[in-house]
């Protein structure tokens, strides 16, 4: 297993044979599907990217005026610079020697006032590392598949990953891993007020109430298709 360094592209590290698949923070764009050196699994859940700001604040009415730490190389960079035309923040690039968790850990304890994320990365920062932080999801940020990745020459382990995901999600045990470390996608990012309507139960895995949550199962679904 390579825990690539914040400063390695896994999508290199990957091409250049120094791993066989990508099985983390993969999220399918239209980038990703343009390239024709890799190829991706089927969908195993959905991701948006998010606002984060420190637990205990009151949903924002409005994101104008306030700042967004962010790295200049992040891939959430292209999501914010769609979204400040008309949300009106600032975006302020932190130092590249400072780590992405690093920058959450500020925005939690007030010394930087936004950052960008995804709700799966900043539930697992709440549940499992203990930072008091908070998602903000608003409408403009569309829903994204998870996916694994894998060089392309490898349809084999494509088609052995899909297997496995078709499978496997439908499991109890499953369920049950991914509420543990990721939460119920039910209530992983807050809406921002200023950014209504949030979400639709056909654009991601959300629900009305804590019930029907229950019900609700995080699993595998077709392979993404590239819009035209």
């Given amino acids: 297993m390579i825990t690539p360094t914040e400063k390695e592209n896994p999508l290199n590290l990957l091409t250049s044979g120094a791993g066989d698949l990508i099985a983390s923070g993969a999220a399918y764009t239209q980038a990703l599907a343009s390239r024709k050196d890799v190829a991706c699994s089927v969908s195993y859940a959905t991701t948006r990217d998010v606002f984060v700001q420190a637990a205990g604040k009151p949903v924002p009415?409005?994101?104008?005026?306030?700042?967004?730490?962010?790295?200049?190389?992040?891939?959430y960079y292209e999501t914010l610079l769609g979204l400040q035309g008309k949300l009106r923040f600032r975006i302020e690039f932190a130092p590249p020697t400072l780590e992405t968790a690093e920058i959450m850990q500020n925005v939690a304890q007030g010394t930087d006032d936004l950052t960008m994320s995804n709700d799966l990365q900043v539930s697992n920062a709440i549940l499992r590392g203990g930072v008091e932080a908070q998602a903000l999801a608003v409408a403009e940020s569309r829903p994204k598949d998870c996916v694994w990745v894998v060089r392309a020459e490898n349809p084999l382990l494509k088609a052995a990953v899909d297997d496995f995901f078709r499978e496997e999600c439908k499991s109890a045990n499953f369920?049950?891993?991914?509420?543990?470390?990721?939460?119920?996608?039910?209530?992983?990012?807050?809406?921002?007020?200023?950014?209504?309507?949030?979400?639709?139960?056909?654009?991601?895995?959300?629900?009305?109430?804590?019930?029907e949550a229950d019900a609700a199962p995080v699993g595998a679904r077709p392979a993404p298709k590239t819009e035209t």
């Fill in 61 to 75: 009415q409005t994101f104008e005026g306030r700042s967004v730490r962010i790295h200049r190389d992040s891939p």
């Fill in 175 to 211: 369920q049950i891993l991914f509420r543990t470390f990721f939460g119920d996608p039910a209530w992983r990012a807050q809406p921002a007020a200023a950014a209504q309507p949030f979400l639709s139960d056909d654009e991601f895995y959300s629900v009305a109430n804590a019930e």
